[in-house]
């Protein structure tokens, strides 16, 4: 079974920082184009940024870019998500997926895995 695995979800203040994890169990994430998505309370899920299997820069959405920076260590098996600048309408469940085929801009399509989703919360 190929499971992802978020975490690093919190509850942060306004312009603060979070960094979100991405593990793989079952599968390597090596050469996996990886991408993020949230959804927030009754809104449909949206892409967020999305990262080749080779690495590289990565692509964003313009409501993150800026503030968001996508990475891998692929000697980790780990995708992170650094958030800084938080703003409230940040406020979702973040989730990370996989997939064989490269990123569509910021959006990675064709999704093999995904994983369960770690709460963000930005509030005072």
């Known amino acids: 079974q190929l499971l992802l695995v978020e975490s690093g979800g919190d509850l942060v203040q306004p312009g603060g920082s979070l960094r979100l994890s991405c593990a793989a169990s079952g599968f390597s994430l090596a050469n996996a184009a990886i991408g993020w998505f949230r959804q927030a309370p009754e809104k449909e899920r949206e892409g967020v940024s999305c990262i080749s299997g080779s690495g590289g820069t990565g692509a964003y959405a313009d409501s993150v870019k800026g503030r968001f920076t996508i990475f891998r260590d692929n000697a980790k098996g780990t995708v992170y998500l650094q958030m800084n600048g938080l703003k409230p309408e940040d406020t979702a469940v973040y989730y990370c997926?996989?997939?064989?085929?490269?990123?569509?801009?910021?959006?990675?399509?064709?999704?093999?895995?995904w994983g369960q989703g770690t709460q963000v919360t930005v509030s005072s």
């Open positions: 997926a996989a997939g064989i085929y490269a990123c569509s801009g910021y959006v990675l399509k064709d999704v093999g895995a």
